[in-house]
Every structure is written in structure tokens, then in C-alpha cells.
């Protein structure tokens, strides 16, 4: 492979990369918002305002947990919603809940 190939080859790779990398950012942010009503969702005590979490349920839940800081969420700061490794494919509210939260570190 002459340099000028190589160039060409590594330029393709890294653009390659990038458009897929932007494909991923995409889908995320067009992605549907998890419903409060899916089995999943209901078995894990997903709600989409963390104030309104079942106390009696899950007695251990306060009001400062919520999906923006927990360590699942990856949504970006002061955006109202983001992926979660538990629902992958959708997004969650940023002031949601879930019995899976686990305090960012
Ligand atoms: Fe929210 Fe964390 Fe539960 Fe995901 S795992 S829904 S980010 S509390």
C-alpha cells in the first residue's frame, strides 16, 4: 500500500467511524421516552417524576434520587431526558426513578 493509499484508507476508517459514532448520537435523542406502563418499566417501579414514586413500595426511595444522577443515565447535564442501560433503546426522564438506581459516583 503506497502512503498516499494509506492516507486515503485511514481518512475512510476514521471518517467511518465518526458517521457511525453520529448515527448512535442520533438515535439516542430521536429515541421514545420509556412508558411508565411497560411490564418493564412497571417491574421496576419506573416513574417518570421521582416525587411520585409508591413510598409504601419502596420505602428506601427519597426524592434526590433521581435518573440524572444515577451512574445507568448517560443523558447529558441539564438535558430533560437521556439513555439508561436498563432500557436500551429509549430514553428516560431525567427526573425519573427506578428501583435499579445506583448513586453516580
Ligand atoms: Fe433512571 Fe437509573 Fe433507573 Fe435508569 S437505572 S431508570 S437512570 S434510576
New binding site residues.
Given amino acids: 500500500m503506497s502512503s498516499s493509499n494509506r492516507r486515503v484508507f485511514i481518512f475512510q476508517v476514521a471518517a467511518g467511524g465518526s458517521a457511525l459514532a453520529l448515527a448512535k448520537v442520533a438515535h439516542a435523542q430521536g429515541a421514545p421516552m420509556v412508558n411508565e406502563k411497560d411490564a418493564q418499566a412497571v417491574s421496576?417501579g419506573?416513574a417518570a417524576d421521582t416525587t411520585k414514586v409508591d413510598a409504601k413500595k419502596y420505602p428506601k426511595h427519597v426524592a434526590t434520587q433521581l435518573?440524572s444522577n444515577?451512574a445507568?443515565?448517560t443523558g447529558k447535564a441539564g438535558e430533560a431526558s437521556g439513555p439508561?442501560g436498563?432500557?436500551p433503546g429509549k430514553q428516560?426522564a431525567a427526573k425519573?426513578?427506578?428501583s435499579?438506581?445506583a448513586k453516580k459516583a
Wanted: with cysteine; hydrophobic share 45%.
Fill in positions: 421496576l419506573y435518573c444515577c445507568l443515565y439508561c436498563i432500557f428516560v425519573g426513578w427506578c435499579a438506581y
